[in-house]
């Protein structure tokens, strides 16, 4: 699966020199992530107060992206970008690779500014930006010995990658004619063609069927095992957390939260263990009466408390004493899924959405 | 290979293995050959005769000479392919999201521009050449089957001249078919608004109405540059550049004409630059 990960830039060109962007690491073949002439560490990818504004004609403005700060410093991350349809993550991949222009802040990759200078680092980028985009009337293996072509890649990397991506012996039919899956792991292997430190994965799972998303997962993890920074949005929460190391979460396009799993999966920071009994109202009502706090769960027989879990003994102990003995209890241990519904509160809906400026609120504003 | 030499190969393969760009240019190459046949079946005793034919449709006849100009059509039908063909070359691959996955490789926006036009353009230079020798081919076999081919061999300069002014005509409005699509951002305006130009607008009304502006409209340069004629208004067939200058209604000539299409595409191309320079991407 991971023959040619890891080749060392095979194939490729020199990195084109422009000025000040020009990067050591890469002709030193370092690992990545590091810059520079001074020595100091560069991140892979820096976005500092970044906003997008698109004007709406005649109803002012429509903030996709607002005050956004974002730091990816290590090679071999895998970092999820989470966040509600229309929470703006695309739009910041988009600012990203240059193509959509940041209407204020800035965004940085391997220290390039990407309204100006991502040229220097396209070819240390590979990219996947919403839906698999290659021409559908070509062969999977013709649309990548085009891009080969157009980065100067030796040719004999576009079987590397299409091997990678299990496509080698599919190569030669249309693009059209593949599955979805296969139309995304194709998009991949397009992206793997520079052999880049930096994935950019916008929704790579959409439509896959779970057979599909599996094999996802484990070419995202092998990839970023191979040493490669994955940045990778998405809303399969369950995926996200099986391949992320690090998980950044965003709602009207601003940052909810930002770090390790564990630390945005610990979202409000309130352990709970969850209480099974058949006499549920009854037992709830005597913890509260202890002053515990306790909610009720879709299962009949459960809820939670908010307590850690050593306090089991305990609240085995005042339930017992009221003829209340339970049937279990265990520690709630918090998953990304209701960790990013309580940060985003998407059950209403609303709060994904790009939030709109009007015209009088902006006069207001300034 | 330097960045410019592979985004010019890259986008110059891409252009020669779209559908269109094979299947545009075979079905005029099969619309002539049902001529020729027509022709075959329909023609008179006198026959077709090479010579007559093609220099007609390189000179342009005499006034009062009724004889058909053989080249003239393709100084229509070319330009209208090649507009087409730039069009969806640009706007298709917008569609599909090519552009977006072009930028992630190439992001430098006026280079991966400019590098699909020369690209595209040395393309249909050779596409509409092929073609117009293919329309010379037929008329050859056509003109050996039904009437002469006499001094065919003594004409091969000027007929190879209309060739290449055919593919330049190509390359010109393939540049103005991508530049005006990046403008408006969609392949179908663009050529649902080039036909609507060409048929309604430049050939319905500004010719019979307004002969004064018709001389720089890019058809009428278009027909006089491939005819190899000058430009007047109200139109006449005029090869010889001190005849056409003696006529009270001369505008140009056919070197002006094509140096005319060709500011048309560089003002088109330079503006779509400018504009794709600023637009986002999504």
New interface residues.
């Given amino acids: 699966m991971s023959a040619g990960l890891r080749g060392p830039h095979s194939g490729r060109r020199n990195t084109e020199q422009v000025g000040e962007i020009h990067d050591h690491a890469r002709d030193n073949h370092q690992p990545t992530g590091t810059d520079d002439k001074v020595g100091h560490m560069t991140a892979i990818v820096e976005i500092q107060q970044l906003r997008k504004e698109y004007s709406s004609r005649g109803r002012g403005s429509i903030v996709a992206v607002n005050d956004l700060n974002l730091t990816i410093g290590q090679p071999g991350t895998v970092h999820g970008f989470l966040g509600p349809n229309g929470s703006g993550k695309t739009t910041t991949i988009r600012c990203l690779l240059g193509l959509v222009r940041p209407t204020a802040g800035n965004a940085r990759v391997f220290g390039a500014d990407s309204r100006t200078e991502f040229h220097a680092v396209a070819d240390r980028v590979g990219a996947i930006v919403e839906n698999p985009k290659l021409f559908p009337n070509f062969s999977g293996r013709k649309n990548l010995q085009l891009l080969a072509t157009l980065g100067r890649i030796e040719q004999r990397r576009v079987d590397e990658v299409l091997d990678i991506v299990r496509l080698g012996d599919r190569g030669d039919d249309t693009f059209e004619s593949y599955s979805l899956g296969m139309k995304q792991r194709l998009a991949i292997a397009a992206a793997l063609l520079k052999d880049p430190e930096l994935l950019i994965l916008d929704e790579p799972a959409n439509g896959l069927d779970p057979a599909g998303i599996a094999e996802m997962r484990v070419l995202i993890r092998t990839i970023a095992d191979q040493g490669k920074a994955i940045l990778v949005s998405s809303h399969q929460l369950a995926e996200i957390e099986h391949v992320c190391d690090e998980v950044t979460i965003i709602a009207n396009g601003e940052l909810i939260r930002s770090g390790s799993l564990d630390h945005v999966r610990d979202a409000d920071g309130v352990e709970r263990v969850i209480v099974s009994i058949p006499q549920r109202e009854e037992a709830m009502a005597v913890l509260r009466a202890a002053g515990m706090t306790v909610s009720a769960m879709a299962n009949a027989a459960d809820f939670t408390i908010e307590a850690p879990k050593t306090d089991a003994g305990r609240i085995n102990q005042i339930l017992a004493e009221q003829g209340l003995f339970l049937e279990g209890l265990r520690a709630d241990r918090a998953t990304l899924e209701s960790a990013f519904l309580s940060l985003t509160g998407t059950s209403d809906g609303d709060r994904g959405g790009k939030t709109r400026i009007h015209n009088d609120q902006r006069e207001a504003q300034s | 290979?330097s960045?410019n030499t592979?985004?010019f190969?890259?986008?110059g393969?891409?252009l020669l293995?779209?559908?269109m760009t094979r299947l545009f240019p075979l079905g005029l190459a099969a619309a002539m050959i049902v001529g020729v046949i027509i022709a075959m079946l329909t023609v008179g005793d006198e026959g077709v005769h090479f010579v007559d034919d093609i220099a007609s449709g390189v000179y342009g006849g005499i006034p009062g000479d009724n004889s058909t100009q053989v080249l003239g059509p393709l100084g229509f039908l070319v330009p209208i392919m090649a507009f087409v063909i730039g069009a969806s070359f640009f706007g298709a691959?917008q569609k599909?999201?090519?552009i977006?996955?072009?930028?992630?490789?190439?992001?430098?926006r006026s280079r991966l521009l400019l590098g699909r036009i020369t690209s595209g353009a040395a393309a249909i230079f050779v596409v509409a050449a092929a073609l117009s020798a293919f329309v010379v081919m037929m008329l050859y076999i056509l003109s050996s089957a039904t009437g002469s081919t006499d001094g065919a061999f003594d004409i091969w300069p000027t007929v190879l001249g209309a060739i290449v002014r055919s593919g330049l005509t190509g390359a010109i409005f393939f540049a103005l078919g991508f530049g005006l699509t990046v403008l408006v951002n969609s392949s179908v305006a663009s050529i649902v608004g080039f036909l609507i130009y060409v048929f309604v607008i430049e050939t319905a009304l500004v010719q019979p109405l307004l002969p004064k502006w018709s001389v720089w409209l890019p058809m009428t340069n278009a027909d006089a540059f491939v005819s190899r004629n000058g430009v007047g208004q109200g139109g006449f067939f005029e090869g010889v550049e001190i005849l056409n200058n003696q006529l009270p209604n001369f505008h140009h000539g056919w070197i002006a004409a094509g140096l005319l299409l060709a500011a048309w595409s560089a003002v088109a191309c330079g503006a779509a630059v400018m504009v794709f320079n600023?637009r986002?991407?999504?």
């Avoid at chain 2, 977006?100 to 430098?108: G, V």
Wanted: charged letters at 35%; proline letters at 3%.
């Fill in positions: 290979m960045v592979a985004v190969t890259a986008e393969q891409r293995s779209r559908r691959d599909t999201g090519m977006e996955q072009l930028l992630t490789w190439e992001p430098r600023q986002d991407i999504d």
